[in-house]
């Protein structure tokens, strides 16, 4: 059974920071790619990054890039969103999800993702 567990999401000031984890368990290879979600209230859920499945190849949404990255360990099965420079715009939930494949397709769509976790919320505000 191939399950996916965000930790991490809480409150936080604008210009803070957050470190959001995402566990993988039941995968039997590195063959998969890791897309983080958001979705905030009245939007639709967006990607705001792609990992490939060997880690060395991560994409980003325009509006995250230099404030986001992303670490992915294959040892433990452990994906992390490391989250600067956080905005009030930045508040959502965020899942990650998983796909077979090796390579990321951007942008990613919803429907493409089998695997998904349970979701975290993230808030900015004063």
């Known amino acids: 059974q191939l399950q996916l567990e965000e930790s991490g999401g809480g409150l936080v000031q604008p210009g803070g920071s957050l470190t959001l984890s995402c566990a993988a368990s039941?995968?039997?290879?590195?063959?998969?790619?890791i897309v983080w979600f958001r979705q905030a209230p009245g939007k639709e859920r967006e990607g705001v990054s792609c990992t490939s499945g060997s880690g060395r190849t991560t994409i980003f949404v325009d509006s995250v890039k230099g404030r986001f990255t992303v670490s992915r360990n294959n040892a433990n099965h452990m994906i992390y969103l490391q989250m600067n420079s956080l905005k009030p715009e930045d508040t959502a939930v965020y899942y990650c999800a998983a796909r077979l494949a090796a390579v990321c397709i951007w942008p990613p769509q919803p429907r493409q993702y089998d695997y998904w976790g349970q979701g975290t919320q993230v808030t900015v505000s004063s």
């Open positions: 039941g995968f039997t290879s590195d063959y998969y790619t």
